[in-house]
């Protein structure tokens, strides 16, 4: 089996900062992507942030120059380092990975979820 954690939502004022982390646990045999999405209330699921296992990023443009993506290969965590929060950036934050397990299936999983709620 293979879980993915997530910890580190919360409540912070417009302008603060929150860092969000994410773990990988179980019969991994390597991970390639790693992804953190949201989902705001009455509003769809985004893509907010992109690593390869190289390390190559991409960001939506509603968080470019907010937002930083990480990760720890050995370790199997990513991270989203979020600056400058915005009332918008209010939602529950998703981490996503390709994971390749020991049984040498590839598919994405997902961690459960972690709110994060910037008031204005």
């Known amino acids: 089996q293979v879980q993915l954690v997530e910890s580190g939502g919360g409540l912070v004022q417009a302008g603060g900062s929150l860092r969000l982390s994410c773990a990988a646990s179980g019969r991994i045999f390597d991970v390639s992507n790693m992804r953190w999405y949201r989902r705001a209330p009455g509003k769809q699921r985004e893509l907010v942030a992109t690593?390869?296992?190289?390390?190559?990023?991409n960001y939506a443009d509603s968080v470019k120059g907010r937002f930083t993506i990480s990760r720890d290969n050995p370790k199997n965590t990513v991270t989203l380092q979020m600056n400058s929060l915005k009332p918008e950036d209010t939602a529950v934050y998703y981490c996503?990975?390709?994971?390749?397990?020991?049984?040498?299936?590839?598919?994405?999983?997902w961690g459960q979820g972690t709110q994060v709620t910037v008031s204005s």
């Open positions: 996503n990975a390709d994971i390749r397990s020991t049984d040498k299936f590839n598919r994405a999983y």
């Open positions: 690593i390869t296992s190289g390390g190559n990023t």
